[in-house]
């Protein structure tokens, strides 16, 4: 079976289909989650971005403000290239490193590897099947500013980082809709699974 490389874009509903694979018993490996590992107190990567970004993005307790950090690299895309350099990485060879262990105990195993940047980081190439969760950018707008409390502004800066959704849908070798209900949504997962599993 292959290893689904799970996609989209800000608010386009990627974390409801990771959901519901879980729910229908496949493995997700998460990089968001893995992300907030790599990065805890002391660890390699987080004294790499304290040196680069300076104790300012500490909260009191020494772990790192990840809203004050998000806020100061989606200002400056340089700087964001030094913190991506940083945790990206580290995120794939965890992440592989889980798969790898997955499908050594049973190789026909159906693994989701979910990445929100899999085509900016270029590792598309990587997993059998890329899967781009879908909903246009005016929704996106909608849910990050309702989601985040973010004004209109900043919720468009927040889309500007990545690559469009539109571009991101036309690169992918499969397209979940997610405009409609939450029910549609489920259905199209299980329309994917069934065709991969025939």
């Known amino acids: 079976m292959p290893v689904i490389g799970l996609t989209?874009?800000?608010a386009t509903g990627?974390?409801?289909?990771?959901?519901?694979?879980k729910q229908r018993g496949i493995p997700v490996i998460d990089a968001d989650e893995l992300a907030r590992e790599v990065v805890r107190k002391n660890r390699p990567a987080y004294r790499e971005i304290v040196a680069a970004f300076g104790p300012a993005i500490l909260k009191k307790n020494g772990t790192l403000d990840r809203a004050r950090l998000a806020n100061m690299v989606f200002d400056a895309p340089e700087q964001?290239?030094?913190?991506?350099?940083?945790?990206?990485p580290r995120v794939y060879e965890a992440g592989w490193?889980?798969?790898?262990?997955?499908?050594?105990?049973?190789?026909?195993?159906l693994v989701v590897f979910?990445?929100?940047?899999l085509f900016e980081t270029g590792h598309?190439?990587?997993?059998?099947?890329t899967v781009v969760v879908y909903a246009?950018?005016?929704?996106?707008?909608?849910?990050?500013?309702?989601?985040?409390?973010l004004c209109e502004a900043e919720a468009r800066k927040r889309l500007a980082a990545q690559i469009s959704i539109e571009q991101k849908r036309k690169a992918a070798d499969w397209v979940i809709d997610n405009r409609g209900k939450r029910s549609e949504t489920y259905r199209q997962?299980?329309?994917m699974l069934s065709r991969l599993c025939a």
Request: glycine share 8%; hydrophobic share 40%.
């Open 8 to 10: 989209g874009g800000i």
């Open 14 to 21: 990627k974390s409801l289909v990771s959901d519901y694979l």
């Open 80 to 88: 964001r290239k030094v913190l991506e350099s940083i945790v990206h």
């Open 97 to 109: 490193k889980k798969i790898r262990s997955l499908l050594a105990k049973d190789p026909h195993a």
């Open 114 to 117: 979910s990445v929100p940047l």
């Open 124 to 129: 598309e190439g990587a997993v059998d099947l």
């Open 136 to 149: 246009d950018e005016g929704a996106q707008v909608e849910r990050l500013m309702a989601r985040n409390g």
């Open 189 to 191: 997962v299980d329309e």
